[in-house]
């Protein structure tokens, strides 16, 4: 080993990383797996509307409502 390397590297560290940091790179970071868990929570909503545009026939029926003569046309006092 050259001495520039010895003195780059701390005889007592095997790598840089502590403890807490080598547990971390083996999770996705916090913000990657929230928006990947939006994404597939907008995938699965929009699979439910392409499912009811494609699989649901609304019911079409007439409706008429009755309007009282007095609420057309109102007599002036």
Do not use: C, W
Request: hydrophobic share 45%; glycine share 4%; no cysteine.
């Amino acid at each position: 080993m050259h001495a520039l390397e010895m003195a780059t590297t701390a005889p007592h560290k095997k790598d840089n990383l502590g403890p807490a940091r080598k547990n971390q790179r083996k999770f996705m970071p916090t913000l990657f797996r929230f928006v990947v868990t939006l994404a597939v929570l907008a995938g699965i909503v929009y699979g439910a509307m392409v499912a009811l545009v494609m699989f649901v026939e609304p019911k079409q029926t007439e409706l008429s409502v009755r309007i009282p003569a007095e609420k057309l046309n109102p007599q002036k006092p």
